[in-house]
């Protein structure tokens, strides 16, 4: 699995020969790309409707690219209207198997305009990753943790609209992956945070779980 930060929320992973990318806010400040750099995607996943999530740039990229757009029902209809040809309206819950990726919808704990915020689980056949979407820390990660043995999980940390780095280090030792990656941070003012504040609470909380921080455009390779 090789898992490339494209700044704040948003990440391209590729797996099994398949590219997936999660919440593209390829407009913002800390994104190393552009919509135009996009050239290839399968599925492009959205938690929520919230503009640093990138759906405007999700529908763009599957227009571009035929990729499937997976988000909650109401959302998924509003890409329907706007042109997007493959989309899948889940809700929480429920799955899809889109060749032999499986994404499942989970909850989070936010706010958005459309539908309710959401996270992913996404199942690959060589490893299985969680995105949390906005959130703060919910005991029902425990579950996600026992159900799908996640190997990786994106955890926002950056406070102020979702969870910072001790609640996001409460939520690493519930979901129990082998990697945390943070994410939404150093974005905006409003959102600075320490990140080895982080790393320090989840050797507190988690110590079997590895840390990886990964900057804006750059990429990692993991083995699960």
Not at 6 to 20: P, R
Not at 34 to 48: E, N, P, Q, R
Not at 77 to 93: C, F, M, P, R, Y
Request: aromatic residues 10%; charged residues 20%; hydrophobic residues 40%.
């Amino acid at each position: 699995m090789r898992v490339t930060y494209l700044g704040h929320a948003s990440f391209k992973v590729e797996c099994d020969g398949k590219i997936v990318l999660v919440d593209p806010w390829l407009n913002g400040p800390t994104s190393p790309i552009k919509v135009a750099d996009v050239d290839k995607a399968d599925i492009v996943l959205v938690t929520h409707d919230h503009g640093d999530h990138g759906y405007a740039e999700a529908v763009e990229i599957c227009k571009k690219t035929g990729a499937y757009f997976v988000a909650i029902n109401e959302l998924g209809i509003q890409a329907k209207s706007e042109g997007v040809e493959n989309v899948h309206t889940l809700n929480i819950g429920g799955s899809v198997k889109i060749g032999d990726i499986r994404v499942i919808l989970v909850h989070s704990f936010h706010s958005c305009e459309k539908g309710t915020p959401t996270g992913f689980v996404v199942e690959f056949p060589s490893g299985t990753f969680y995105h949390s979407g906005d959130t703060g820390v919910f005991q029902d990660m425990a579950l996600f943790g026992e159900m799908y043995g996640i190997d990786l999980f994106f955890s926002c940390i950056g406070d102020y609209y979702t969870m910072d780095e001790q609640q996001a280090a409460v939520a690493t030792k519930l979901v129990a992956p082998h990697v945390v990656v943070p994410m939404h941070y150093d974005t905006f003012p409003e959102i600075t945070a320490n990140t080895d504040r982080f790393v320090k609470l989840v050797a507190e909380k988690a110590p079997d779980v590895k840390v990886e921080i990964i900057k804006p455009g750059e990429s990692k390779e993991f083995n699960f």
